[in-house]
């Protein structure tokens, strides 16, 4: 079944029936009319998760946007595309569905802004073995939410209803973003040098990463309980304090502490002959954390290779705008700290 286009029309229509008494898609399963009437009565929330740009009206086969690259010298469109993983486990047994969507959004707005890019809009994929109502309006509404939070568009979406791949009320999710930035402002960490300082960006718990691991060591009924609510804290947007703080000090890269941690992200913003050394003692590594390493005996080089430890985002600039950028961060509402310092190397994160 499709729904798509700006703000999620569904495709198809209303045919009247046939006197014969065949069977029919409802009975294969696919409701197309509950996902009509769902997506109909939800449309003035998509509009609320608009930005200039958007062109055309609801319903299309597709999403138009008119790109602003006004003053930009060299405009790049930069996209990125994730889902939420098995966190989507966590929802189903706590029965909360209303911030995964916020999830879903912020993995790839988060991504894309590591370039510097301003995200422009979002569509999403929804896929289901059977609509339940109130699971699929909270998801979408957390989406809105999450759009609405990085200031980008909700464009589009697709919605699946796949009897027989997926069990009747099992949900799956994925989205991408697509934003702009000039050519020649695209933070690459090229230009990152020993001396250099790393600022932390404090997460919100675990995101949307390192969920197989965590759910290993909490029984099913803590995941129903308060421990799985603690899990589903939303992921931190971060994009409105990104690009205010690029407008402040010289951002020289920025790395998105997701699957693979500390050891395999901030490598990805570092040029050659430079590594990073960070200090686990610079912040408080919530109680969250400490909670599923003593639970699973993990080994500590596992849990930063595996979880965010607390820091969601890594900024990396001069240590003559250390000052500077905590302060602009401090405006956008998050309490960045120095972590660390680029250090000669080859590429290698040493946590200390």
């Given at each position: 079944?499709?729904n798509?286009?700006?703000?999620?029309?569904?495709?198809?229509?209303?045919?009247?029936?046939?006197?014969?008494?065949?069977?029919?898609?409802?009975?294969?399963?696919?409701?197309?009319?509950?996902?009509?009437?769902?997506?109909?009565?939800?449309?003035?929330?998509?509009r609320t998760?608009e930005r200039?740009?958007v062109v055309?009206?609801i319903?299309?086969?597709?999403?138009?946007?008119?790109?602003?690259?006004?003053?930009?010298?060299?405009?790049?469109?930069?996209?990125?595309?994730?889902?939420?993983?098995?966190?989507?486990?966590?929802?189903q047994?706590?029965?909360?569905?209303?911030?995964?969507?916020i999830?879903?959004?912020?993995?790839?707005?988060?991504?894309?802004?590591c370039s510097?890019?301003e995200?422009?809009?979002?569509l999403?994929y929804?896929a289901?073995?059977?609509?339940?109502?109130?699971?699929?309006?909270?998801?979408?509404?957390?989406?809105?939410?999450?759009c609405?939070?990085?200031?980008?568009?909700?464009?589009?979406?697709?919605?699946?209803?796949?009897?027989?791949?997926?069990?009747?009320?099992?949900y799956d999710?994925?989205?991408?973003?697509?934003?702009?930035?000039?050519?020649?402002?695209?933070?690459?960490?090229?230009?990152?040098k020993a001396?250099?300082?790393?600022?932390?960006?404090?997460?919100?718990?675990?995101?949307?990463?390192?969920?197989?691991?965590?759910?290993?060591?909490?029984?099913?009924?803590?995941?129903?309980?308060?421990?799985?609510?603690?899990?589903?804290?939303?992921?931190?947007?971060?994009?409105p304090?990104?690009?205010?703080?690029r407008?402040?000090v010289d951002?020289?890269?920025?790395?998105?502490?997701?699957?693979?941690?500390?050891?395999?992200?901030?490598?990805?913003?570092?040029?050659?002959?430079?590594?990073?050394?960070?200090?686990?003692r610079?912040?408080k590594?919530?109680a969250?954390?400490?909670?599923?390493?003593?639970?699973?005996n993990?080994?500590?080089a596992e849990?930063?290779?595996?979880?965010?430890?607390?820091?969601?985002m890594?900024?990396?600039?001069?240590?003559?705008?250390?000052a500077?950028?905590?302060?602009?961060?401090?405006?956008?509402?998050?309490?960045?700290?120095r972590?660390?310092?680029?250090?000669?190397?080859?590429?290698?994160?040493?946590?200390?």
């Amino acid at each position: 079944m499709k729904n798509t286009g700006k703000g999620r029309s569904a495709a198809g229509g209303t045919k009247k029936a046939s006197k014969r008494s065949g069977l029919t898609y409802k009975q294969a399963g696919v409701d197309i009319d509950l996902a009509n009437s769902l997506i109909s009565k939800m449309v003035p929330l998509f509009r609320t998760a608009e930005r200039p740009g958007v062109v055309g009206k609801i319903g299309g086969f597709s999403g138009l946007f008119d790109v602003p690259t006004k003053g930009m010298k060299r405009p790049l469109l930069v996209s990125g595309t994730d889902g939420v993983g098995t966190k989507l486990m966590v929802a189903q047994a706590v029965g909360k569905h209303d911030t995964i969507g916020i999830d879903l959004v912020a993995m790839s707005v988060n991504d894309i802004v590591c370039s510097g890019a301003e995200p422009l809009f979002f569509l999403d994929y929804f896929a289901t073995g059977g609509i339940e109502p109130a699971v699929y309006t909270a998801v979408l509404k957390g989406i809105v939410k999450g759009c609405r939070q990085a200031n980008c568009a909700l464009l589009g979406g697709e919605t699946a209803e796949m009897p027989g791949l997926y069990k009747k009320g099992d949900y799956d999710l994925a989205g991408f973003a697509v934003g702009v930035v000039d050519g020649e402002a695209v933070i690459d960490g090229s230009r990152i040098k020993a001396g250099d300082v790393v600022l932390g960006l404090p997460s919100t718990g675990l995101h949307s990463n390192g969920y197989s691991l965590a759910r290993k060591v909490f029984s099913k009924k803590e995941l129903a309980g308060d421990w799985g609510r603690k899990l589903l804290a939303p992921t931190k947007i971060y994009v409105p304090a990104i690009l205010a703080l690029r407008e402040k000090v010289d951002v020289l890269g920025l790395a998105h502490i997701t699957g693979g941690g500390f050891y395999d992200n901030i490598p990805r913003c570092l040029p050659e002959g430079v590594g990073v050394r960070v200090d686990s003692r610079s912040w408080k590594v919530p109680a969250l954390f400490g909670e599923i390493q003593q639970r699973g005996n993990i080994d500590e080089a596992e849990m930063f290779r595996t979880l965010n430890m607390g820091i969601g985002m890594i900024a990396v600039v001069r240590a003559s705008e250390e000052a500077a950028a905590i302060k602009s961060l401090r405006n956008s509402k998050i309490r960045a700290r120095r972590i660390g310092e680029v250090v000669e190397g080859n590429g290698e994160v040493v946590i200390e």
